[in-house]
């Protein structure tokens, strides 16, 4: 599976979400109903998320492998799905990171494998995220001019 970690990666499967940005690859999310479902155990250690962010950095990370981070673990049952391709469905179904980030509670429930639980660790997430950005204004930089790119450089 490719996750997104740049050109030293080859895979031959296809991902089923366009990627945020065109600098990231969503990773490819395992059809359940055509017996393709693949947990993340059963993955190459360099494939899962929590073994790529300690070996890559979380920058290395699509925004799936960080949720699938947070929520660790995905469905069981007749349709059962990993947590990656929970995390790759959920981004989806809300058109990315900040559909998702501005979801409800209940809207994120009413999601097959997310409970209250799963989505009260996304809110929280967020939320510390949100308080992050007001707690540091001055470590953001401001660009006036082409000067203060290169000065950024």
Do not use: N
């Not at 929970?86 to 009413?110: P, Q, W």
């Amino acid at each position: 599976m490719d996750y997104g970690a740049g050109p030293q990666r080859r895979s031959t499967r296809t991902a089923s979400v366009a990627p945020a940005r065109a600098s990231e690859e969503t990773p490819a999310t395992p059809d359940p109903a055509q017996g393709k479902y693949v947990a993340i155990r059963d993955l190459p250690p360099s494939e899962r998320p929590r073994e790529r962010l300690a070996a890559l950095g979380p920058e290395a990370l699509s925004l799936a492998e960080l949720v699938a981070i947070l929520w660790r673990t995905g469905t069981s049952g007749t349709h059962p799905e990993s947590a990656l391709a929970l995390a790759t469905r959920a981004l989806a179904t809300h058109d990315g990171l900040a559909g998702l980030a501005s979801a409800s509670l209940a809207d994120l429930v009413r999601m097959r494998g997310v409970g209250p639980v799963k989505a009260i660790e996304l809110k929280a997430a967020f939320e510390l995220a949100r308080r992050l950005s007001l707690a540091t204004p001055d470590a953001r930089r401001v660009i006036r001019t082409p000067r203060d790119i290169v000065d950024m450089l």
